[in-house]
C-alpha cells in the first residue's frame, strides 16, 4: 500500500497569485498523477509526472499554467499559476502500486476570489 | 457521450436498504476500480476489478466483461456509507507505459437514519 501527504488540505487565493501543492508518498513509486476535479465534475487528469523526466500533460493543460516538479520518487508538486476563478476545484496527487491498486492524497480545495 | 457511464447520479436510501450502483463503459479495459469520496474529498479504494466478483465486508462489486457493465452492492447500508462513488476504468491507452484511468461522473449516495 502506500500513503500521500498532500498540503496544503485548502486554500483561498487571490486572482492571479499561484499556489503550489505538495504530495509526499511513504514509498518510491515511479509515476505520480495530478488529477483536477472542478465542482460536480469527475477527476480529469491534468499530467503524469516521471522522475527524472518532464512532465507528461494532457490536452487541454500545459505547463505554463501547471508547472510539475518530481525531484524524486517520493515527492512532486504542481503549481497553479496566474490563478483565475475558474482553477477554483479539487486538486488530487495519486500513485498505484505495481498491483494496479490506486492510492490518492486527500485533495487540495482550491478557492481563487 | 462519456466512456465511463454511472447510474443513478443521486440515490437516497433509508439505512438498512440494499444498494445498487451501476457502471457501464465503451472502452476497451484491463482493470475497472470502484472509489469512495467522502465530502472533504479524499478518495479511498474499494475495489480494483478484471472479472467476476469481489466482496470486502458490507460491500461487494461484480464485473462482466463481454457486457461492460459492472454493478457495486451494499447490503444493509448505514449513514456512514453516505458519499460519493465513482467507478474508474484502466484502459489500454498508455501514458509511458502505465495505462490511464478513465472516470465516471460518480453517484452521490445519502443514507437517512
Known amino acids: 500500500s502506500a500513503v500521500i501527504s498532500q498540503k496544503p488540505s485548502r486554500d483561498i487565493c487571490q486572482r492571479g497569485t499561484s499556489l503550489t501543492i505538495q504530495c509526499q508518498v511513504d514509498?518510491?513509486?515511479?509515476?505520480m498523477f495530478w488529477y483536477r476535479q472542478q465542482p460536480g465534475q469527475s477527476l480529469t487528469l491534468i499530467a503524469t509526472?516521471?522522475?527524472?523526466?518532464?512532465?507528461?500533460?494532457e490536452s487541454g493543460f500545459v505547463i505554463d499554467k501547471f508547472p510539475i516538479s518530481r525531484p524524486n520518487l517520493t515527492f512532486s508538486t504542481l503549481t497553479v499559476s496566474n490563478m483565475s476563478p475558474e482553477d477554483s476545484s479539487i486538486y488530487l496527487c495519486?500513485?498505484?502500486?505495481?498491483?494496479?491498486?490506486?492510492?490518492f492524497g486527500a485533495g487540495t480545495r482550491l478557492s481563487v476570489l | 457521450k462519456n466512456e465511463v457511464e454511472q447510474s443513478p447520479q443521486n440515490l437516497t436510501a433509508q439505512e438498512g436498504e440494499f444498494i445498487t450502483i451501476n457502471c457501464s463503459y465503451s472502452?476497451?479495459?484491463?482493470?475497472l476500480h470502484w472509489l469512495q469520496q467522502h465530502p472533504g474529498g479524499g478518495i479511498v479504494s474499494l475495489f480494483m476489478?478484471?472479472?467476476g466478483k469481489k466482496k470486502h465486508g458490507r460491500l461487494i462489486a461484480t464485473i462482466n466483461i463481454q457486457e461492460k457493465h459492472s454493478s457495486l452492492h451494499i447490503t444493509a447500508s448505514h449513514p456512514r456509507d453516505s458519499a460519493v462513488y465513482i467507478c474508474?476504468?484502466?484502459?489500454?491507452?498508455?501514458?509511458?507505459?502505465?495505462?490511464?484511468?478513465?472516470f465516471g461522473q460518480g453517484t452521490r449516495l445519502t443514507i437517512n437514519p
Open positions: 472502452v476497451g479495459i484491463s482493470a
Open positions: 514509498s518510491q513509486v515511479t509515476m
Open positions: 474508474a476504468v484502466r484502459s489500454h491507452e498508455s501514458i509511458q507505459g502505465a495505462q490511464k484511468l478513465v
Open positions: 509526472a516521471n522522475q527524472g523526466s518532464e512532465a507528461t500533460y
Open positions: 495519486s500513485v498505484s502500486d505495481r498491483g494496479g491498486i490506486q492510492y
Open positions: 476489478l478484471s472479472s
